[in-house]
């Protein structure tokens, strides 16, 4: 998973979850957009997504002067 991706898995996750708190989103789809927060959240801390090892989705960049962050 790319830092691009990561940063904006994290940005959604955060908006998500100030949303919810201030009420803004609320009932079954505040609740389905929480838990959609919260795999953005875990899945930009740990740098991997299920969903792009199943389709083979590669978001890392292709500088070789990038250094490669390791799982």
Excluded: H, W
Excluded at 24 to 36: D, E, F, H, R, S
Excluded at 48 to 71: A, D, G, W
């Amino acid at each position: 998973m790319g830092a691009v991706d990561r940063v904006i898995r994290f940005t959604i996750a955060v908006v998500i979850g100030i949303l919810y708190y201030k009420g803004v989103i609320a009932g079954t789809a505040g609740i389905v957009l929480l838990v959609v927060g919260i795999v953005f959240l875990l899945t930009s801390l740990v740098s991997v997504c299920p969903l792009y090892s199943l389709f083979r989705l590669n978001t890392r960049s292709s500088n070789p002067e990038q250094p490669e962050v390791r799982k």
